[in-house]
């Protein structure tokens, strides 16, 4: 599976924005879907899950609230709407994918290249 992530940039504190990944795979949605992140020289860290048919997420404390996964299985992709934005949210998401499933203490199979996202204070 090949992931394409998108949406990042520059925000400012209290801003918006919606990352995407769109995926290559057909059977997108035999797919759970998730969100990490790594901020400069700290360790990646899980931001939010979405089951295959999207009835269920998961999101880390410091998210909740403020984030939302969605995922379109028609367009084979998955979305971060990202509200509220805090100068510590700054960081590469990466959007990743596993046949089984994507939680805070598991390790996806299929990576992205990673976005930006950098919140100004």
């Known amino acids: 599976v090949q992931l394409q992530a998108s949406g990042g940039g520059l925000v400012q504190d209290g801003g918006s924005l919606r990352l995407s990944c769109a995926a290559s795979?057909?059977?997108?949605?035999?797919?759970?879907m998730g969100w990490f992140r790594q901020a400069p020289a700290k360790e990646r860290e899980f931001v939010a899950a979405?089951?295959?048919?999207?009835?269920?997420?998961y999101y880390a404390d410091f998210v909740k609230g403020r984030f939302t996964i969605s995922r379109d299985n028609a367009m084979n992709t998955v979305y971060l709407q990202m509200n509220s934005l805090k100068p510590e949210d700054t960081a590469v998401y990466y959007c990743?994918?596993?046949?089984?499933?994507?939680?805070?203490?598991?390790?996806?199979?299929?990576w992205g290249q990673g976005t930006l996202v950098t919140v100004s204070s």
């Open positions: 990743a994918a596993d046949p089984t499933i994507v939680r805070r203490t598991t390790t996806p199979k299929y």
């Open positions: 795979e057909r059977t997108f949605s035999s797919y759970s």
């Open positions: 979405i089951t295959r048919g999207g009835s269920g997420t």
